[in-house]
């Protein structure tokens, strides 16, 4: 064990964890980087209730983050935008799935979380994301 002292650490914060995929937006090849200026990241502690119930997830740490909008492959002139395209992170599920890999840094699972959302934003599907990322393996 290090000589650092553990009292005085914090968890991450919503702002951390903010940063963490605004520099793992910054970080994307050329090709992806007009379509990912154009979605908003936030960043919540847990998703609200009523989306949980909605998805009919039980366990809110079951759901790391949420892609909200009309992937670019789907977009019509005729769209009435209810909002802006939204990546949503999810802090504390990402803390937990973190903290249980223990094979991970948090930056790396913060731009894992990012870039399925994003891939969402471009129209791929969880089948199209899966054989680029093999991120369970």
């Known amino acids: 064990m290090s000589?650092?002292?553990?009292?005085?650490?914090?968890a991450p914060s919503l702002a951390d964890?903010?940063?963490?995929?605004?520099?793992?937006?910054?970080?994307?090849?050329?090709?992806?980087?007009?379509?990912?200026?154009?979605?908003?990241i936030r960043v919540e502690d847990f998703a609200p209730d009523a989306l949980l119930d909605e998805m009919e997830i039980e366990d809110a740490f079951d759901l790391t983050g949420l892609y909200d909008g009309i992937?670019?492959?789907?977009?019509?002139?005729?769209?009435?935008?209810?909002?802006?395209d939204t990546i949503w992170l999810f802090r504390r599920p990402i803390l937990d799935e973190w903290a249980a890999r223990g094979?991970?840094?948090?930056?790396?699972?913060?731009?894992?979380?990012?870039?399925h959302e994003l891939a969402h934003h471009l129209g791929w599907s969880d089948d199209d994301i899966a054989s680029v990322d093999r991120w369970w393996e």
């Not at 000589?3 to 914090?10: A, G």
């Not at 903010?18 to 980087?33: I, K, S, Y």
């Not at 992937?71 to 802006?84: H, I, M, N, W, Y």
Request: aromatic letters at 4%; charged letters at 20%.
């Open 17 to 40: 964890i903010e940063a963490l995929a605004e520099a793992a937006r910054v970080a994307l090849p050329r090709a992806f980087a007009a379509a990912a200026a154009s979605v908003v």
């Open 71 to 84: 992937p670019l492959t789907e977009k019509s002139v005729a769209d009435q935008p209810r909002g802006p």
């Open 3 to 10: 000589d650092t002292d553990l009292s005085t650490l914090e």
């Open 103 to 115: 094979d991970v840094t948090l930056g790396e699972i913060v731009t894992h979380v990012y870039v």
